[in-house]
């Protein structure tokens, strides 16, 4: 049996993309059932409208704060039978209720390697910070922002030439296959939360490292 994904977006929906057509592949263990926007207008909608995916829109500026809105947002998923959600660029902080009933079961992506540079302008503070390496994270949500228990990462060069949208464009694409990897290894339930970390049943681990210069 697939497991049931809703997905929550706020925009382009580039990852929503990214997990309908990996949703697409037969032996996929995860199908969508349901796209949430906050934003009416959120592209991501079409995306998911195009694939014949339902779509809602719980807009957070018809509620008087954040629990209606989130009771409003559960309302929906139980509606849809979701059994895990994914936030994809889903921009509304979430409290501590609604984040404890979705508890391991509940998705997040960030472009960042987390711990480091949690938050906005990830991409600016790496190229700030001069870093080597940057990319993204998929992790289980947890309470604290952009906190959780990490599924799968994925790192990328920062290059001397970078700007914001290069290094962005770059991170976003290795999104598109972390996300999707992430969600295939809780949906087939071979990786499993262990205190503050994830373990992954029967992962093949890269071999080697990465060295960045490559060489002087
Ligand atoms: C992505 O960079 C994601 O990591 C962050 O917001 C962005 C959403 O992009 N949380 P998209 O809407 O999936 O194209």
């Not at 719980?58 to 039978?81: C, I, M, Q, S, W």
């Not at 001069?130 to 920062?158: K, L």
Request: net charge neutral.
């Amino acid at each position: 049996m697939k497991k049931k994904v809703a997905v929550l977006i706020s925009g382009r929906g580039s990852n929503l993309q990214a997990l309908i057509e990996a949703a697409r592949e037969r032996d996929y263990p995860a199908e969508i059932v349901h796209v949430i926007s906050n934003h009416p207008d959120a592209a991501g909608l079409e995306r998911a409208a195009a694939a014949g995916i339902a779509t809602s829109v719980v807009d957070h500026k018809g509620y008087r704060g954040r629990e209606p809105f989130e009771a409003a947002l559960n309302e929906r998923l139980a509606a849809t039978g979701a059994e895990l959600v994914c936030l994809a660029g889903f921009m509304r902080l979430l409290t501590a209720g609604f984040v404890n009933t979705w508890r391991d079961r509940l998705i997040n992506i960030h472009p960042s390697l987390l711990p480091a540079f949690p938050g906005l302008d990830t991409h600016a503070r790496a190229l700030a910070a001069g870093v080597r390496f940057a990319g993204c994270t998929v992790h289980f949500v947890r309470a604290e922002m952009d906190n959780g228990p990490i599924i799968v990462q994925a790192a990328v060069p920062i290059r001397p030439d970078d700007d914001e949208a290069a290094l962005a464009a770059r991170v976003l694409e290795a999104e598109h296959r972390a996300y999707p990897l992430a969600v295939a290894l809780v949906a087939s339930g071979r990786a499993r939360v262990v205190g503050d970390t994830v373990a992954i049943d029967g992962a093949a681990p890269p071999a080697g490292f990465l060295m960045n210069p490559a060489g002087a």
